[in-house]
Structures are given as C-alpha cells and as structure tokens.
C-alpha cells in the first residue's frame, strides 16, 4: 500500500511539473514577439512590396523648410512681405477660390463683405470688408499672418491651412478686392492700390 502511495505521489509531482512547465511556455512578453517591419525591408502587405511609405504630399520635417521665411511666415526679419513669394497663377487664384468657400466664407461672406453667415446670429465684432481701404493698403502678408495666427476674434488657421493653400486664398482676397471674384481675372501682384488686372 505504501508502494503505491508513493508512485500516486511521484506521477502526481511529475505531472505537476509538467503543467507548471506547460504553462510557464505561455508566458511571454508579446510585445517582443509580435510581427514587425524592418525598415526598407520587403513587405507583402503592400503593393509596391516595399515596407516603408512614401511620406504624405506636404510633409515638412521639424527643422526643415524653414529657408524662405518670408513663404512660411509671412515675414522677412519680422516686417511682413509686400509682394507674394510664389507666383500667382490662375490654378492658385482658384485654389484660393475653393479654400476661402470652405474656410472664410462663414464669416467674410462669399464676397469679402464681412457678410458672412455669422453675422446672421449676432456675432460680435462684425468681420471687416475686404474693400475697406485698410485692407486694399494691407500688405499680402497681412493676410498670411492673420489666416496662420488669427486676429481679435479670428483664430489661427495655421495647423489646419497648409501653407501654400494660406497664399491661395490671399491671393483670392486680393481677387475679391479687385472685384473680379466671378472671372478670377483681377489680382493684386504687389500691396498698393491701385488693383491691376494680371493676364491669366
């Protein structure tokens, strides 16, 4: 009897340090184990079979593109530009067109009145006119600035507006200024007035 107590408690010992075995092998860190890619290795995943992706159109690494100050920021040493720093086409005056709808007419209206939607409901203060003498006279990076930074109840549209899509939409403005929003023919090149009509 004894005998066979023993080997009950030998098989029992032995089996349990198979389960604990058992499931000590489940016990690992996934993290560690999880599929991954190796950088410029091969992927099946994707059509080109690469593994690495093209950056998205528009990307700017932190620290970079910072070369032409006055296309990021509107400025050159702190006083704002003059003229535009890209040139303005038909395509970027349409550009403008499409983003100001989207963007601006809410408040400025569709034709630059300060007529916008807003105004409807009371909102406080009342948008300028684009026609305003101030901003026919406001230099082009004014409106850089102001679409990036915001202005008294106007917020900053600078992470939502990339940049070259900010001077298409002042480039609009100068359109809407010139009065030629339904032709897109005028646009003002420099700051001053008067508003000379640019060929397409």
């Known amino acids: 009897m004894t005998r066979v107590m023993d080997r009950i408690r ?32 091969a992927s099946p995943f994707f059509k080109d079979g690469a593994s690495a992706r093209p950056l998205v159109p528009g990307t700017v690494p932190q620290g970079f593109g910072q070369g032409d100050e006055g296309l990021t920021t509107g400025k050159v040493r702190g006083t704002l530009v003059q003229t535009f720093p890209i040139p303005v086409t038909h395509d970027l005056r349409e550009r403008g067109r499409e983003r100001y709808d989207i963007f601006c007419a809410i408040c400025h209206g569709p034709t630059g009145e300060g007529d916008g939607v807003i105004v409807k409901f009371r909102f406080t203060p009342h948008p300028p006119s684009y026609r305003s003498a101030e901003l026919r006279a406001a230099p082009v990076g004014h409106f850089f600035d102001v679409i990036t930074n915001g202005h008294e109840a106007m917020y900053g549209y600078g992470d939502r507006i990339p940049p070259m899509d900010r001077w298409a939409i002042a480039a609009y403005i100068r359109v809407l200024q010139s009065g030629q929003s339904g032709s897109l023919t005028g646009v003002l090149h420099s700051a001053a007035p008067p508003l000379p009509r640019l060929p397409r």
């Not at 029992?12 to 290795?41: E, H, K, N, W, Y």
Request: charged share 10%; proline share 6%.
């Open 10 to 41: 030998k098989g029992a010992g032995t089996a349990g340090v198979l389960i604990i075995l058992a499931l000590a092998g489940g016990c690992s860190d996934p993290m560690r184990g999880q599929g991954r890619m190796t950088p410029f290795g």
